[in-house]
């Protein structure tokens, strides 16, 4: 074996190592946890968000399509809120198709983007980026956070 093949082997080997370290530093830190978990109901409203793939078309935290508006604040927005959520469910506006949901899986959606609204702001222009490249961020339901 030459000796520049030595040091390839060599240097494959510590990349990989520290790959691994960095796996373990990322996965096992308290960087990130969630705020707030989906209620039974906001699951069955998430399941029905994602196999009608509204996702194409809206997005959650700038996520997703750009044919329909953003969704993570639909429910607190001012003029907006459940009743606003119901009625476009069913009856679709220009490009949104109607779906003809039934009124347990409009509150089951109802509840999924109230839950989403109370995890955060999008945008979040309060959001600082930390030395380690964690974004830290103010959460809408955050009291305190140590």
Same mark, same amino acid.
């Given at each position: 074996?030459?000796?520049? #093949? ?6 494959? $080997? ?32 998430? *399941? =029905? ?9 809206? *997005? =959650?935290?700038? =996520? ?6 953003? =969704? ?18 069913? #009856?679709?506006?220009? #490009? ?30 309060? $959001? ?15 009291? #305190?956070?140590?």
């Amino acid at each position: 074996m030459s000796a520049s #093949s030595r040091l390839y082997i060599f240097v494959i $080997a510590i990349l990989l190592a520290l790959f691994c370290i960095y796996n373990v530093v990322v996965y096992n830190t308290d960087g990130y946890v969630a705020v707030e978990k989906l209620s039974p109901t906001a699951v069955k409203g998430q *399941q =029905l968000f994602q196999n009608n793939r509204c996702w194409s078309c809206h *997005q =959650l935290y700038g =996520l997703g399509g750009y044919l329909g508006p953003d =969704l993570t604040n639909i429910y607190s927005t001012e003029g907006k809120g459940p009743l606003y959520i119901k009625a476009f469910l069913n #009856s679709g506006v220009k #490009s949104m198709p109607q779906y003809n949901f039934s009124e347990e899986e409009k509150d089951a959606l109802v509840q999924y983007f109230k839950q989403v609204d109370q995890t955060g702001i999008y945008p979040n222009y309060n $959001a600082e980026i930390e030395a380690t490249g964690w974004v830290k961020i103010k959460y809408r339901n955050e009291t #305190s956070r140590d």
